[in-house]
Antibody, heavy 122, light 111 residues
Framework: QVQLVQSGSELKKPGASVKVSCKASGYTFTGYTMYWVRQAPGQGLECMGWINTNTGNPTYAQDFTGRFVFSLDTSVNTAYLQISSLKAEDTAVYYC???????????????WGQGTLVTVSS | QSVLTQPPSVSGAPGQRVTISCTGSSSNIGAGYDVHWYQQLPGTAPQLLICRNNNRPSGVPDRFSGSKSGTSASLAITGLQAEDEADYYCQSYDSSLSGSVFGGGTKLTVL
């Protein structure tokens, strides 16, 4: 069965970096684009962007350029989200989610990771 | 401020029918892009509830249905059950932002 298993919670100081992993199993990893979604405490879902797992090409939403990097290691079926120069407002749960749909305009997420809580505090 | 507008909360008694609206604009729902719905139970990851406007993935009860008209979409839940108490999010594509967008979410309370 399809599973997306994310790395555990992180506590970081402002200015540090964090790398969240998302290990996929139960399907052909390079056959589906991977979304990243952020959920701040008590808030809604925000689409951060996605990475084409076949080409490695990332696409970032407008609010997630500069400090956010999506990457892959296809040898271990894993997607990564790295955030640098962390700020208190980056405190959130970060989800990876498998993208379905032929094109980006009809895309949705059929499987989600369990989420990774990143806390930024001095 | 979300591009897609949902009511912050709705409520209903067990057995009743509730609807959750998702209002967009000409750059997203009104442009004909599909609307998808997710359910997020407390403390868990979102789960796909409705895809492509009105399609239920395998395992989703037929008490849940979706519709779309003009610049809006709706999620209907009939025969409300206590286990339906959750946050619900709509999602679509926005051509102005060139990306996927979510509604602000609606908290469903079963009275």
């Amino acid at each position: 069965q399809v599973q997306l298993v994310q790395s555990g919670s992180e506590l970081k100081k402002p200015g540090a970096s964090v790398k969240v992993s998302c290990k996929a199993s139960g399907y052909t990893f390079t056959g589906y684009t991977m979304y990243w979604v952020r959920q701040a405490p008590g808030q809604g879902l925000e689409c951060m962007g996605w990475i084409n797992t076949n080409t490695g090409n990332p696409t970032y939403a407008q609010d997630f350029t500069g400090r956010f990097v999506f990457s892959l290691d296809t040898s271990v079926n894993t997607a990564y989200l790295q955030i640098s120069s962390l700020k208190a407002e980056d405190t959130a749960v970060y989800y990876c989610a498998r993208r379905r749909g032929t094109t980006k305009t009809e895309a949705y997420s059929d499987y989600w990771g369990q989420g990774t809580l990143v806390t930024v505090s001095s | 401020q979300s591009v897609l507008t949902q009511p912050p909360s709705v409520s209903g008694a067990p057995g009743q029918r509730v609807t959750i609206s998702c209002t967009g604009s000409s750059s997203n729902i009104g442009a004909g892009y599909d609307v998808h719905w997710y359910q997020q139970l407390p403390g868990t990851a979102p789960q796909l509830l409705i895809c492509r406007n009105n399609n239920r993935p395998s395992g989703v009860p037929d008490r849940f249905s979706g519709s779309k008209s003009g610049t809006s979409a709706s999620l209907a839940i009939t025969g409300l059950q206590a286990e339906d108490e959750a946050d619900y999010y709509c999602q679509s594509y926005d051509s102005s932002l060139s990306g996927s967008v979510f509604g602000g979410g609606t908290k469903l309370t079963v009275l």
